[in-house]
């Protein structure tokens, strides 16, 4: 019979954790995680990290102005090119935009108006869409009739054209930009909720509280809002992404957050003329943060489906 | 040899053309009894024996488009692009004159300014090859809709039409300033539309599918986009240069830039802006500076009391922290000039901007937050929107990085053309609250008093300004039949709005369009499309060139 040594037990032991850490490690979407953690630590401390403010120009140097514009004193001087350009500075290491700002500060800053306007537009669409698709799946009859038509009607509707519409009759606005996505996006919550309540509620433990004569909305709030949570945070992670694009859209197309606010989507839209002057890093570097925040909340929303899915995880 | 004959029968016919037509007007006869005012109307240059149209000249336009704007009767400003194309009016501005005989060949006024008549060139026609009768052009009058209708409808008595080609305009009371307001750029009253073909197919049948007496047919549109435009070869001063015209909305001005660098454009307006020195230097562009009108910043609402513009020193500190020097430097290319008027010096009666008449705003931050602070704002204060003219949204950012370096802090309101135009077009009823700036510029030829009647007395229709003191004068103006003496009340005026900073004059626009090699003629000759004093558009149409 063999025996185990003193200590090895807890070698064991040990060993063991380190491999469920490790597969703990190894099933964590890393890349999405790394790279929104750093965007938002960014959008959050953006006042702290930013070299220069988000929308007064960076105070030039005398012989800055003399040699852009002849004269030793100027208020701005306009697209200075990166650090790793002749004539960049580490001052301003991305350079400076049309109007003499400093576009690192510029893009840290619009880092919180991409994440707040995606986050909140996301999370109020959530709200709603999972209310309404409790109140159709459980409540039925009338209830379900009214809600779901509504929501059909309401996806059929292309998101960016109705956005659009919703903008135009709201006007610009960083908050009329997360009320126009949760009226765009509340839908898409409610048609999947619903489908997710009407077999929840089939099930024993919501009617054995019917029987007891438990409320209706005890019931909604106790056992269906939260079987119904990780369809909703999987939908939600998707949706960020797509709030995230539809956001900047409005914002090049200059019926979203309105200038001088810094979006990633007007910096855009501003700079085009740019790139015919080759000033590529003034439409490449706001295209890159949406992508990598579209991306990294797409990859999130991807792992997040597997893992609260019990079929697809255990595949 | 047989080219030097062909020129020189060419310039025969074109005097004789020339000839005939001065000689038909000189020989017209009276129309009107008893005195008559001095008019100052040029003749038309007819020229005929011109060649058949040829090529195609695509216009990028810089703000989107509006169907309305085909319908005269429904005028607003920027529409003058397309009544040039589509239509045709009595008299209209021209290279040769602010005031130059169109479809009327003859004009009278009475010397007591209470009545005025046309005599229309013989054998008229629309486009439809229907007559054009003066029966036409009083029923444009009377269904006339657009800026000012009112103000003109209500001033007439009544219409005699004497016969197909003459007409007689009788007012209730003297009307001095009636052809400045019917001469084409001041009103779509002038632009004659076809009667019967507008009662045929109504309001919005018209805005589909024009037809007028213009040199271009209209061929087709898509909403707002585009529109294309075919040579009328039966256009009564010549036939067009050019067989086809189209004209598109290019809203962003790098897509305008890359389509005369590619040749998908041969014409395109307010290059000014990141790209100017790229046009400048490109050799194979050519631009026209084309300074129209000064750029000015307007104040809706600024006499409530509720308004932080209510206070004179507030709407002074705006001017004060304007650099205009560095703001005509980034916008112009140094090309633009900072202006002390709110309108054009090209405008008749205007007092100029530049130190002659009336000096050039200073730069004056520090004295700016001072008045700030005796205003009650030591801290400055946030307006709800800066709102510029389209698409000037660059310059929009700089004004108001100007501002927000003495405290006054917005955001820009981004709207596009026809959105903006309608807006200001309301006057006070536009933008409601009265936080607000409006950038706002109106390039028309005309009287600087057509202005003042628009933009600054009580009933003016886009006005934000009411002023006891203005209106004191304006009802002498308005009272007067004395030539002289409404010009200096109108210039009276002038000094008073810009005193009162109720407008703040900016710098005169250059509102700079580019054209390709493709237009004709070679060279700095090009500039001659660009003749007619203060219009923002190179009219007229017919006598664009381009190679085939």
Known sequence: MATIPVGAESTIAAARAVRRGSRVLRDLPLVPLVILGLLVSVAALAPVLAPHGKLDPVTPKPEQCQAKFGIPDCPYVDNVPPFWSRGGSLETPLGTDFLGRDVLSRLMYGARISLIVALTGTLFAGAIGTALGVLAGYMGRWWDEIIMRITDAWLTLPSLVFAILLSSVRGPGLWNVVLILALVFWSRYSRAVRGEVLAIREREFVKLAEINGIGRLTIIWRHLIPNVMNTVMVLFSLQVGVAVIIEASLSFLGVGVPPPEPSWGLMMAQERESLMEGRWWLEILPGSCITMLVLAANMLGDWLRVRLDPQLRNR | ?548
Not at chain 2, 148 to 157: A, H, M, T
Not at chain 2, 452 to 473: H, K, M, N, Q, T
Request: net charge neutral.
């Open chain 2, 1 to 548: 040899m047989l080219t030097k004959t062909f020129a020189i029968l060419s310039v025969l016919t074109l005097t004789c053309g020339v000839a005939w037509n001065q000689g038909v007007a000189s020989a017209s006869q009276p129309i009107l009894s008893g005195p008559l005012a001095t008019l100052d109307i040029k003749d038309a240059q007819i020229e005929t024996g011109r060649g058949t149209p040829s090529g195609t000249l695509k216009i990028g336009l810089h703000f989107g488009m509006d169907p309305g704007w085909f319908d005269p009767l429904g005028y607003y400003g920027p529409a003058l692009h397309f009544y040039y194309l589509i239509h045709d009016a009595l008299i209209k501005p021209m290279p040769q004159g602010e005031f130059t005989y169109s479809l009327a060949e003859h004009a009278e006024m009475s010397a007591d300014f209470r009545r005025a008549a046309f005599r229309l060139r013989p054998g008229l026609k629309f486009q439809d090859g229907h007559p054009l009768t003066t029966e036409d052009v009083k029923w444009t009058f009377e269904n006339y809709r657009g800026l000012s209708f009112k103000y003109l409808q209500d001033k007439v008595e009544n219409i005699q039409i004497v016969n197909d080609r003459t007409i007689i305009f009788h007012f209730k009371t003297p009307f001095v300033d009636f052809l400045d307001l019917y001469s084409g750029s001041g009103s779509g009253a002038g632009w004659i539309v076809p009667k019967h073909y507008y009662e045929q197919v109504g309001k919005d049948g018209f805005k589909a599918r024009p037809v007028g007496a213009g040199p271009f047919k209209f061929v087709s549109q898509e909403a707002g986009v585009q529109a294309t435009f075919a040579a009328w070869d039966q256009y009564w001063r010549r036939v067009p240069g050019v067989s086809t015209i189209n004209v598109r909305s290019v809203r962003d001005l790098a897509a305008r830039m890359a389509g005369l660098e590619t040749g998908e454009l041969d014409l395109a307006y307010g290059m000014t802006g990141k790209l100017l020195q790229r046009v400048m230097t490109d050799p194979k562009l050519r631009w026209d500076p084309n300074f129209t009108a000064p750029w000015h910043l307007v104040f809706p609402g600024y006499n409530e009391r509720s308004s932080p513009f209510h206070d004179k020193r507030v709407r002074q500190a705006v001017s004060l922290a304007i650099n205009r020097p560095f703001l005509v430097k980034q916008e112009t290319q140094g090309i633009g000039k900072p202006w002390g008027n709110w309108i054009s010096h090209e405008n008749r009666d205007a007092l100029r901007g530049d130190g002659t008449d009336l000096p050039v705003p200073p730069y004056d931050p520090s004295k700016a937050k001072q008045l700030l602070a005796e205003a009650g704002f030591p801290n400055g204060f946030d307006f709800d929107w800066y709102v510029p003219f389209v698409p000037y949204f660059d310059m929009a950012e700089r004004v108001l990085n100007d501002l927000r370096a003495v405290g006054i802090r917005s955001k820009v309101q981004m709207l596009d053309a026809p959105a903006y135009m309608a807006q200001t077009s309301k006057g006070r009823k536009g933008f409601p609250g009265n936080r607000t700036i409006v950038q706002r510029i109106d390039p028309r030829p005309g009287g600087a008093k057509e202005l003042i009647r628009l933009y600054a007395v009580c009933d003016g229709p886009a006005s934000y300004i009411c002023e006891p003191a203005i209106e004191a004068l304006w009802a002498k103006h308005e009272a007067s039949v004395d030539v002289a003496e409404r010009d200096r009340l109108s210039k009276e005026i002038q000094r008073i709005i810009v005193d009162g900073y109720y407008l703040v004059p900016l710098y005169l626009n250059p509102f700079v369009h580019a054209v390709t090699q493709k237009v004709l003629p070679a060279g700095d000759a090009v500039h001659h499309y660009w003749d007619t004093v203060n219009a923002p558009f190179p009219w007229p149409w017919e006598v664009w060139e381009v190679r085939s």
